[in-house]
């Protein structure tokens, strides 16, 4: 089975902070992906890879910034933490090809105060 | 550009029936894939059901089916016999069949919270 790890399940920042947001995966897959979820705005694509130092930016980039130094590990970093990134997070992975399905980490609710 | 609507945000079933969530989308591409996704209080999205646009045989998965119409772009899926851990977010997603970069991403809806009476 395909594992999808996310580092943290919930974590409180202040503002200001630099966060980091961790995730990796066992199954050697290409792409990888970082959405945030917020009610009554269903999953937002904010960056995701396609490959090792490859990164294109979603729908929703700005204040975010990615990390991809190792095919299993991909890094969602707020540079400078603030109240409106208080959200859920979470992390997807997928094999490249036509017909392949996503697989999600647990999600990691963020709080920033 | 891609989008998918579901015009539910709540949905309430007695346990043992049947309930049938909406969702359409709107795409100029004739070759794509339809997911639905199911997020239960645990948080851990989990893959339902899956269509290819070029199938024209409905999914089905156990309890769970699909009545996919290509032309009116509508994917509803359909939970018979619900059951109480049927309970959760189910998310509609779209994705093209073309090409790589980010067009190889999911496009979801916004969501469905489906409850189940005992």
């Known amino acids: 089975d395909v594992k999808v790890t996310q580092s943290s399940r919930y974590l409180v920042k202040r503002t200001g902070e630099k966060v980091f947001l961790e995730c990796v995966q066992d199954?050697?897959?290409?792409?990888m992906f970082w959405y945030r979820q917020d009610p009554g705005l269903g999953l937002r694509l904010i960056y995701f890879?396609?490959?090792?130092?490859?990164?294109e930016k979603g729908d929703i980039p700005e204040g975010y910034s990615v990390s991809r130094e190792k095919k299993e590990r991909f890094s969602l970093i707020l540079e400078s933490a603030s109240t409106n990134q208080t959200s859920m997070y979470l992390c997807?992975?997928?094999?490249?090809?036509?017909?392949?399905?996503?697989?999600f980490g647990q999600g990691t609710r963020l709080t920033v105060v | 550009a891609q989008t998918v609507t579901q015009s539910q945000p709540e949905m309430s079933v007695q346990e043992a029936e049947t309930v049938t969530l909406s969702c359409t989308y709107d795409?100029?591409?004739?070759?794509?894939?339809l997911f639905w996704y199911k997020q239960p209080p645990s948080r851990q999205m989990i893959l339902v059901i899956r269509?290819?646009?070029?199938?024209?045989q409905n999914a089905t998965e156990n309890r769970f089916s699909v009545n996919f119409q290509k032309a009116a772009k509508s994917f509803s899926l359909k939970i018979s016999d619900s059951q109480l851990g049927d309970a959760a977010m189910y998310f509609c997603?779209?994705?093209?069949?073309?090409?790589?970069?980010?067009?190889?991403?999911?496009?979801f809806g916004k969501g469905t919270k489906l409850s189940v009476k005992p």
């Open positions: 997807a992975t997928r094999a490249t090809g036509a017909n392949t399905e996503a697989f």
């Open positions: 199954m050697d897959h290409e792409n």
């Open positions: 890879s396609y490959d090792v130092k490859m990164k």
């Open positions: 795409t100029s591409e004739s070759d794509y894939y």
């Open positions: 269509q290819e646009a070029y199938k024209q």
């Open positions: 997603a779209y994705r093209s069949a073309v090409g790589g970069g980010s067009q190889g991403n999911l496009i």
